[in-house]
Structures are given as structure tokens and as C-alpha cells.
């Protein structure tokens, strides 16, 4: 159990690491980030920031010395780099992350373990394109294997003639074809170093060009009628990977049963409204697990909620939204620039009170 005056090092700079390190401070912990150069706007809550590129053996020993134990904000730290720090620095296995960086390990993981993925197959050549398109059929999408987020690297593909048109980007890539479903969902579970796994309940997710948009709760009669399964699933992935902190797989919800689409080793876009929502937010249980504390109740306080990101040059114009109704909880993440797709910051909007 790490003590109040210890330092928690995370790798990463933007806004999931910020808002980590506003629960680490709340806990009594000092906070230091590493990262290459950018707008990492995590550092404004790090008592320390070291800006230095992944493989700085330097920058990566400096910051090492500093730290009691280290964390991660996204899923695309070089395994390299955490494998690179000292034995038992590291809160969670940098398995998670060989996991979650390939598109196809991903897959075939869940898989695995019981889950059920939509129809895949490797792309690495034009014309295993083509034997992909011919294999699974069409509609469906072409991702890269690695790397790629929030609708980055990827191209959907509508026909056969379509697909004939897209050239082959070069770099080993996943087709996956359409699913249907009535929507999206995600299971949200923190599991600490004990093997103690806890939910919180899983939002209906509504995305806009590939990027989340909108979570809400209840998420429907038929994503409540699915969660106990993908639960069963998401708790021995992280069984599997000796998993430590908040972890997330994303799912469809289908009339067959719940389709897996992938998984995202930290932290969720999709779970901030636990910040005022639930009984301990998931960046709280997240320091909580990797820190060795007792984990904290998961239970939703509120008849309803909504949260909805703010994106682009909506986040210059936020400060509007504190006068709307709906009980209206604004977060930004202090982005200095608003671009288009950006996400700048979210807000939460609940019920009444539970109980």
C-alpha cells in the first residue's frame, strides 16, 4: 500500500492523465508525467513533467528514480519503453499493452476467452485485401493493425467495387465487416492487485465520424439484458493479463448476445460521468488499485445520466453550457488549441439522486 507523499508516474500527457492525476492529488500523492513533446495538458496536475521522447534511456531513468510506481494513460506507450523500467515499478503486466496495440492479438485474445468478434480477417497485401473481401463479403472496414483511434486508420468499405478502388495503406491491417446492432456499449471494471474485480454499470455509447459522442444511462433493455455476459468476458481478460486498474472492453450490443470490438487497457472516454455519477470515479479506483488501496463502491448515484464530449470549437463557446439546465458538470482539459475532432473537454448531466 503505497503512502500518502508517494509519487505515482504516468506515461502519457493528455487529458485521462490529467484527470488521473486530479484524483492522485485529492489521495495526498505527488504526480510526475512522461511523454514526447506536445500539448500535454496532464502536466498542469503533475507536480513534476518530464518531456523527453519514449526511448530517452536518460529521461526514462530520471524519471524512474522519481517515481514509487508507474501507470499508463493510453494504450500506445511502446511496450519498450515499460519494459525498459524497473522490475516491479510498473502496476500492471506491459502484457495488457502487447495486447491492445495490435488490432489482430486483440481479437484473437477475446476469442480466446470465450468472447465472440465480429468476422476478421488479416489484411498485409492488396491482395489479401481482396481474399478478406471475398472471405467476409461487404459492407465492412479496413483498419490498421496498430495505432489509430477516434476513427484515425480506418476506411469503410460499402461494396466490392469500393473496396477494388481503396489502395492498400502499406502497413498490416485488420478487416472487419459490419455488424449489426441496436448499439454500443462498454464494460468498465477496476481489478486490484488482490485479484478483486468491480463494475460500473455500462452506458449506451452513440458515436459521430468514428469518435464517441454521447454516453447515457440506463442503456436500454437490451444492453441490460447482455452486460452479465460481456462481464463474464471483459473479468477473465483481466484475470488473464493480472491486470491492475481500470480497464474497458467496448462491445455490440446485437440480437444474438453481445459482440466484442475491442479493448482499451486504462481509463474510458466512455466512463467519465463516474466522476459525479457512481460512488468512486474511475480515475480515483484507478490510483486506488495501482496504489494498493481498497477499491471503492461503483454504484451509480443517479436515476440518470448524460455525458457528452465537447469537441472542437465548441470547447472555446463551453462556459455557455453552465447556464442550461440538467445540472450541468463541465470539464476542460485545457487544450490550447481547438481543432476540428478535438476533443476538448465533457459534460455530465444527471437525474435525481438514488436512494
Known sequence: MLSPGSTIGILGGGQLGRMMAIAALQLGYRVIGYAPEGDNVAADACSDFITAEWDDAAARARFADACDVVTWEFENVPVST???????LVACP???????????SEKAFAADLGGTPAPYAAVTSAESFAAAIA????????????????????????????AG??????????????????????VILVRGADGT?????????????????????PAG???????????????????????????????????DGPVFNEMAPRVHNSGHWTIEGAATSQFENHIRAVCGLPLGGTATRFASIEMRNIVGEDGLR??????????????????????????????????????
Open 82 to 88: 515499460v519494459a525498459a523500467l524497473p522490475e516491479g
Open 94 to 104: 506491459a502484457k495488457a499493452l502487447e495486447v491492445a496495440q495490435d488490432r489482430l
Open 318 to 355: 463551453a462556459h455557455a453550457m453552465l447556464a442550461e439546465p440538467g445540472e450541468p458538470h463541465l470539464h476542460l482539459y485545457g487544450k490550447a488549441e481547438a481543432r476540428e475532432g478535438r476533443k476538448m473537454g465533457h459534460v455530465t448531466r444527471v437525474g435525481h439522486a438514488l436512494g
Open 197 to 217: 474485480i468491480k463494475f460500473w454499470d455500462s452506458t449506451a455509447n452513440f458515436h459521430e465520424g468514428g469518435m464517441l459522442a454521447l454516453s447515457v444511462l
Open 135 to 162: 472471405a467476409i463479403g461487404t459492407p465492412g472496414i479496413l483498419k490498421t493493425a496498430r495505432d489509430g483511434y477516434d476513427g484515425k486508420g480506418q476506411w469503410r468499405v460499402r461494396s466490392a467495387l469500393e
Open 221 to 255: 433493455a437490451l444492453v441490460e439484458a447482455q452486460v452479465a455476459q460481456a462481464r463474464a468476458l471483459a473479468g477473465k481478460v483481466a484475470d488473464a493479463l493480472g491486470y491492475v486498474g481500470v480497464l474497458t472492453l467496448e462491445f455490440f450490443a446485437t440480437k
Open 165 to 186: 478502388a481503396l489502395a492498400f495503406p502499406g502497413v498490416t491491417c485488420i478487416y472487419e465487416g459490419f455488424v449489426t446492432y441496436e448499439t454500443e456499449f462498454s
